[in-house]
């Protein structure tokens, strides 16, 4: 018999089939999803809204070997899962990242991130280094971002990147990007150039 969870999981994905994203990224949301329901389960907990933030947190503590940027799309995922549910218990989680993935954010110590995010700065300037420290994109992905997918991605929640062969991929939006992206275009609303 499925669980409450297990229902408003599979509730969840069938709402992001009918937003039509790709396969392979609801397969990935459905994977992220089925782990955390069974660290919900193993704990007694078998309906959403009895989830606590502390047992978020110590679901994502427990992802340590972990690359930080799997590390980052599993927060954005369990954010994505508890606002359709209405739930806030992850809203506004801050866990440190401790994974050893190549990643920018790698080679700054914590205290200079927290600076550079405390400086004030232009919204596109906020705009590119919100999506490399926080996204984990290269410079190259950041600049092939066209102003169209950058809209899409405001409305979806999910942000078309164009990597290694100009390939596109969907990754989730970071709430924080979010906030800067949008600031950002409104300084131009009215731009015609998709690029």
Known sequence: EY???????SRYIKHLHQEG??????LEQARTLSHFRQHCED???HAP???????????LMKLDGKSCVYQKVTTVILRNFFRFCGHPA???LKVKMTGTARTRVRWIPEEQVGRIFDSPMRPQT???????????????????????EANDALISGVL??????????????????????A?????????????
């Open 183 to 195: 600031e950002y275009m409104t300084t131009n609303p009215n731009r015609k150039d998709p690029e």
């Open 49 to 59: 809204m009895l989830i606590t933030a502390e047992l978020v947190k110590d679901y």
């Open 126 to 148: 906020a705009v590119m280094i919100y999506l490399g420290l926080l996204m984990g994109l290269r410079m190259c992905e950041i600049l092939r971002i066209r102003w169209d």
């Open 3 to 9: 669980s409450r969870l297990n229902r408003e999981i």
């Open 90 to 92: 992850a809203f506004n």
């Open 43 to 45: 704990h007694g907990i």
């Open 160 to 181: 078309q990147v164009h990597g290694k062969g100009y390939k596109a991929r969907p990754v989730p939006l970071h709430p924080d990007v979010r906030e800067v992206l």
């Open 21 to 26: 994203l790709t396969e392979k990224y609801v």
